[in-house]
């Protein structure tokens, strides 16, 4: 049952039409969402070279498969700590300063990358870890906050959140990819840090317009609180022993360090669902809806195996085999990922006004989710013909890595928006930052499988590669297709 602050926040939530007719909020995390996106991705456009790079070009000297391994597993860090910062903005912090403590350490993390060293290095990696699993999951619960549940603007709010998002994503690569490429890897991480703590001031600035985050769901008392922060500090110390321990002993290698990292995005999960599902907390109509948002979550899970892939082996093929030249012009190889970015951001505000446009009569979100689920494996069907029979140090015109680029985009809008908006509706109310903390755990699993498979780049033929993923992809949209009409019973009354 609602209560009256509820229904005065819903209420509030109507009236509101101050950007572009949404609630004046999506502004203030829109605005934050871009300079957290300028960091991350302008940083995340040139780590897999930074680490593949030789020492003495400043770099740490990895082979291409171990960098790209790495790099994924380093993503499943992120997005598994988003778990951990969904329950502490639900039992502890509330969403707001959840945001705030997390947007602060990212902007540590990516001042400690810029010192010139690798310890600086895997610190700084570590701080960005941890604030990003605060930040990313409690953004997108304030967003859904900012709507009713029944409010048909809610998706377009969530389109237009996502173009912000793009948005940084289109320029971080642009600044911190340049930097890194010709000026040094350091450079690039140093304007990644500037952009967070831009982020971090504008954000302070609009507390005001989040009007519906009332603190912790589900607080707990002085004692709790005491009790959780010394397993915290147990768990951490318990876990870097055994770490040092183990290094020390000649077994923990960075290949079995990746596999740990894998083994925990596949438990973690399932972990979390068999929590859920069996939590008092949640009522028997809550968990109904709870059944077809596992098959969400594998969806994303699919999808995400193609799009990190533009961090890692795309990012490689770009600066072995792309022609990186227009009219004669050199550009950055890490630029490409800020054209994955442009591309989302003029095609954000087309499917915002679309879905608005029809209405409560726009595609089923699992209908929307399977179309995306078709763009990520065409995506990666188009580098076959470019990349089939070709070995060693080939040459590929841009245009292919465009036509990849230009379907991935699509189909990421469509996903991501609409998972996020699915989530922020279909979440148990005890469970709300932790069901989207969940989904970002879709993006840790895909990042731990791909920490395995991106091992095999290199070693198989591009070709072969990008058309396993691809097939793959479209394989799992029509499974998708096919269970429309009992996701559309079972997601009832989310349209």
């Not at 792309?322 to 087309?350: Q, R, Y």
Request: net charge neutral; aromatic share 12%; charged share 10%.
């Amino acid at each position: 049952m609602l209560n009256s602050t509820d229904i005065d926040s819903q209420d509030s939530a109507r009236l509101d039409h101050s950007f572009f007719g949404h609630p004046r909020g999506l502004l203030t995390l829109s605005g934050l969402e871009v300079w957290e996106r300028f960091s991350f991705l302008g940083m995340q456009a040139i780590l897999v070279l930074y680490f593949a790079d030789s020492v003495a070009n400043g770099g740490l000297g990895m082979a291409q498969g171990t960098a790209a391994s790495v790099v994924s597993a380093y993503g499943t860090l992120v997005y598994l700590t988003s778990v951990v910062g969904g329950w502490v903005a639900d039992r502890m912090l509330g969403s707001y300063r959840a945001v705030l403590y997390g947007g602060v350490l990212i902007a540590c993390g990516h001042y400690a990358m810029s010192v010139p060293t690798a310890t600086m290095t895997w610190v700084g990696l570590g701080l960005i870890v941890i604030g990003t699993g605060f930040l990313k999951p409690n953004a997108a619960t304030l967003v859904g906050g900012l709507y009713a549940t029944d409010d048909d603007r809610r998706d377009a709010g969530f389109a237009l959140y996502y173009m912000a998002i793009n948005i940084g994503a289109f320029a971080g690569p642009l600044v911190s990819g340049w930097l890194g490429q010709n000026k040094g890897w350091h450079w690039g991480f140093s304007a990644a840090a500037v952009g967070m703590t831009f982020g971090v001031i504008q954000y302070v600035l609009g507390r005001s317009t989040l009007h519906r985050d009332r603190g912790p769901v589900h607080p707990l008392t002085d004692a709790e609180r005491t009790r959780w922060a010394g397993r915290a500090v147990a768990a951490v110390l318990l876990v870097t022993a055994v770490g040092v321990l183990l290094q020390l002993l000649g077994w923990l290698t960075m290949d079995r360090a990746v596999d740990l990292i894998t083994l925990v995005s596949v438990l973690a999960p399932i972990a979390y669902f068999a929590v859920m599902f069996r939590s008092p907390e949640v009522s028997r109509e809550e968990r109904g809806r709870l059944r077809p948002y596992v098959v969400l979550f594998l969806a994303s899970v699919v999808f995400n195996l193609v799009l990190f892939s533009s961090y890692t082996t795309l990012a490689l093929l770009a600066v072995d085999h792309v022609d990186n030249s227009i009219f004669g012009w050199h550009f950055p190889s890490s630029w490409w990922t800020s054209i994955l970015g442009a591309i989302e951001v003029l095609l954000a505000p087309v499917i915002a006004a679309l879905w608005v446009r029809l209405g409560n009569r726009q595609p089923h979100a699992s209908r929307k989710i399977a179309y995306s689920l078709f763009a990520a494996g065409v995506s990666f069907l188009i580098l076959v013909p470019a990349t089939l029979g070709k070995s060693g140090d080939y040459r590929i015109a841009g245009l292919w890595l465009l036509g990849c680029y230009l379907f991935m985009g699509g189909g990421d809008i469509l996903l991501e928006t609409t998972g996020m908006s699915a989530t922020s509706k279909l979440a148990p109310r005890h469970f709300a930052s932790q069901t989207m903390a969940v989904w970002f755990l879709s993006l840790a699993l895909s990042q731990g499988i791909a920490a395995q498979l991106t091992k095999l780049y290199g070693e198989i033929a591009d070709s072969a590669y990008y058309g396993a993923l691809g097939l793959f992809a479209v394989a799992a949209g029509i499974a998708l297709y096919l269970a429309l009409p009992w996701m559309r019973r079972t997601m009832h009354p989310v349209h």
